[in-house]
């Protein structure tokens, strides 16, 4: 499953234990989906996306086995749903597979620190 990352499994280490491989970070690769922008969830302190059609996030793209879909989706639990959405990367667009919130705020998401 080919997924676009922008916030938590962003890290190595949370991806390689919430989906059960070995290292798939090694195959993550810069994307950017256009006419998103990265925002705070409601009442939350994790980001997810809202449409913004002069926004554009660039994150990363990875894939990843099926088998691996149901453990990182318990680990975004039930407030994010899987979207289908098209990403540009250095060798052109394609389809992925992201989690969104519908609890999106206007407010762009930072990071703790940043």
Known sequence: MRLFLYGTLLDAGTLAMRCGQPDPASRMVQATLPG??????RGGRYPTLRRDRTGQVTRVLVDVPARALGRLAAYEGPTYRLTRVVVATP????????????????RPWKAKGS
């Open 36 to 41: 998103w922008q990265r925002v705070a969830v």
């Open 91 to 106: 060798n052109g667009k394609t389809s992925a597979l992201t989690w969104i919130a519908s609890a999106g705020t206007r």
